[in-house]
T-cell receptor
Framework: AQRVTQPEKLLSVFKGAPVELKCNYS??????LFWYVQYSRQRLQLLLR??SRESIKGFTADLNKGETSFHLKKPFAQEEDSAMYYC????????????FGRGTQLTVWP | DTGVSQDPRHKITKRGQNVTFRCDPI?????LYWYRQTLGQGPEFLTY????????KSRLLSDRFSAERPKGSFSTLEIQRTEQGDSAMYLC????????????FGAGSRLTVL
């Protein structure tokens, strides 16, 4: 069964510090992984997906199939990065259906 | 096109009443999804349409829940005989075309059952 685990419910860092939001998944096939973000009073939106291999707003995430992880990283956090971050997985046979983790609330202090 | 629209944004109802939510997806998207989100949890999948066909339903979708997408455009999610446990944010998302696996979410409809 597909499952996404985000072990940290809350994460706080100071501006300029590195940040890593952890995501582990459980899926027997080849998954597609996403990070979605929800800023205060805004709707959930895509931040990045592993197949794009992009850096969005300074964030990167690498799919590690050996460790079944897809951690989100940024070397220098900014106050505007404060938001709720959700890791999501799509399995090959689920027609676009996403399984979400419970989310990590990131707070970046000035 | 202003993205995915949901209506109403907030609904307060008494237990036992029926409620209906509407979702208008991005016009060129053929896929439409309903999710439910409760406090402290990530979105949980409820159901999925491709055009007008409902292709998948979660076990979370009890027989009190019904979703439709007539003509493959807007969709409605109806909850009959609401219970307090139905209180949640109901999210609609759509996808299609080259970005078929990237969901665009609406702002959600928050349901409070008293």
């Amino acid at each position: 069964a597909q499952r996404v685990t985000q072990p940290e419910k809350l994460l706080s860092v100071f501006k300029g510090a590195p940040v890593e939001l952890k995501c582990n998944y459980s899926y027997s096939g080849s998954p597609e992984l996403f990070w979605y973000v929800q800023y205060s009073r805004q709707r959930l939106q895509l931040l990045l997906r592993h197949i794009s291999r992009e850096s969005i707003k300074g964030f990167t995430a690498d799919l590690n199939k050996g460790e079944t992880s897809f951690h989100l990283k940024k070397p220098f956090a900014q106050e505007e990065d404060s938001a709720m971050y959700y890791c999501a997985l799509r399995g090959g046979s689920t027609l676009g259906r996403l399984y979400f983790g419970r989310g990590t609330q990131l707070t970046v202090w000035p | 096109d202003t993205g995915v629209s949901q209506d109403p944004r907030h609904k307060i109802t008494k237990r036992g009443q029926n409620v209906t939510f509407r979702c208008d997806p991005i016009s060129e998207h053929n896929r439409l999804y309903w999710y439910r989100q409760t406090l402290g949890q990530g979105p949980e999948f409820l159901t999925y349409f491709q055009n007008e066909a409902q292709l998948e339903k979660s076990r979370l979708l009890s027989d009190r829940f019904s979703a439709e997408r007539p003509k493959g455009s807007f969709s409605t999610l109806e909850i009959q005989r609401t219970e307090q446990g139905d209180s949640a944010m109901y999210l609609c998302a759509s996808s299609g075309g080259a970005g078929a696996n990237v969901l665009t979410f609406g702002a959600g409809s928050r349901l409070t059952v008293l």
